[in-house]
């Protein structure tokens, strides 16, 4: 039976809402609740439980407006959290994780150099651990945090392209890019730069991120369960966030009509 109940999707700011557009283009018949926690942004450079408490509290707030589904549209979040949130809700609770293993298998059985772009939190959490283990025996792995790409967001300038390129070559100029497969996304703030990341990056180097497959996954728990909205159904979305600021309103709702 189909479900119109809403879609949770939160992040840490307003990295998220990148998944939050795509979704909408995606699951155009569903109603969508994004919920950026900009006041307590960024959640890379906090505590494993400081960013659990935060994400209860943000999964409690949507369980009680009636949502079917919550995505963490936050890789850090993900990391901290989406175990015991999975364990404490009955609803479906889908995470993200860096899309390595999809940058990995992109180079068809042949070794892979590929730069992990993440939080610091991310990168130093369980969660990568296991993935870096499991993809690092065959190919070559990089661990490159990027704490002020989430900052840049936060902060409105993603159309500075002069900072935004001076940080980029902040980061990744220590790289020999000529021989780098891919760069992966593993923040959903990085995906609004990939514009400039390709201008950075030899063409040959792909950009990777895990936007797509973690609502391919969202659409496949949804169908099993009987929960997808029929084509009846007008999908919408709301953004909300914890900085009520006028200049935080503005700038989400920049960012959910952005095209890349």
Known sequence: MASSAPIGVFDSGLGGI??????RVDLPYERIIYFGDSANA?????????????????????????????????????SAAVNDLRAHYDIPIIGMEPALKLACDLGKGEPQH???AA???????????????????????????????????EQGELNNSEKVMDTLHKYFDAYDLDNIDSVVLGCTHFVFYRDYFRKLLPERTNIVDGNEGTIHHLREVLAERGELADAF????????????????????????????
């Open 18 to 23: 990148s998944v939050a557009r795509q979704m």
């Open 42 to 78: 960024p959640y890379g450079i906090k505590t494993p439980d400081e960013v659990k408490k935060l994400s209860f509290s943000i999964v409690d707030n949507f369980v009680k407006l009636g949502v079917k589904a919550v995505v963490i549209a936050c890789n850090t979040a993900t």
């Open 114 to 116: 590929v730069i992990v």
């Open 119 to 153: 939080t610091e939190l991310t990168l130093r959490e369980r969660k990568f651990a296991d993935l870096l283990q499991r993809f690092s025996q065959n190919n070559t792995i990089f661990s490159q945090p990027c704490p002020d790409l989430v900052r840049i967001v």
């Open 233 to 260: 159904s007008e999908g919408s979305i709301t953004l909300t966030n914890s900085d009520k600021s006028e200049r935080i309103y503005q700038l989400a709702q920049s960012l959910c009509t952005k095209t890349d």
